[in-house]
């Protein structure tokens, strides 16, 4: 496993360690629970759209309209019946994600809708690393 799927995988423990009395809290627009859910809906858009198509020199489709995916999520939060089932969600998840990524070849690259970016499997999860990092920084805030 690439240090950045390590990174990727581990953040599972810093959602694990959110205390279930802030997840109704604001950060901004959103609740901690709207941030949770909105973490998990990438992970299933890049499971169900983005991997299935990485093949080396593949062309992915654009990325998903942020804003009306970003209200998905928060609509999804609210159907969470209790916190244990909004982080098994995330957890399973983020495994599921973690476990198809290094099902591929590492050595892949390919480009996302018009871009000329090359991306790798690393370079991609990057991505949702550094995203991961700005929603805890965001939490850690209130904690």
């Known amino acids: 496993m690439s240090k950045v799927l390590k990174r ?7 959602v694990n360690l959110i205390n279930d009395e ?11 629970r709207d941030v949770i859910s909105h973490l998990t809906n990438w992970d299933r ?5 983005m991997v299935p198509l990485m093949e080396d020199g593949a062309r992915l489709p654009e990325w998903v309209d942020h804003d009306k995916h970003n209200q998905i999520a928060v609509k999804k939060a609210a159907e969470y ?3 244990d089932s909004l982080k098994q ?9 973690v476990k198809a990524l290094m099902n591929l070849n590492p050595e892949l690259r390919f480009t996302i809708g018009k871009g000329k970016r090359t991306y790798s499997i690393d370079s991609y999860t990057k991505i949702f690393v550094h995203h991961d990092e700005h929603h805890m920084k965001q939490i850690q805030e209130i904690m």
């Open 22 to 32: 802030i997840l109704d809290k604001s950060i901004g627009a959103w609740s901690v």
């Open 8 to 14: 990727f995988e581990d953040f599972i423990e810093n």
């Open 45 to 49: 858009y890049s499971l169900d759209v």
């Open 89 to 97: 969600d995330f957890r399973d998840t983020r495994l599921e994600l």
């Open 81 to 83: 019946v209790n916190a």
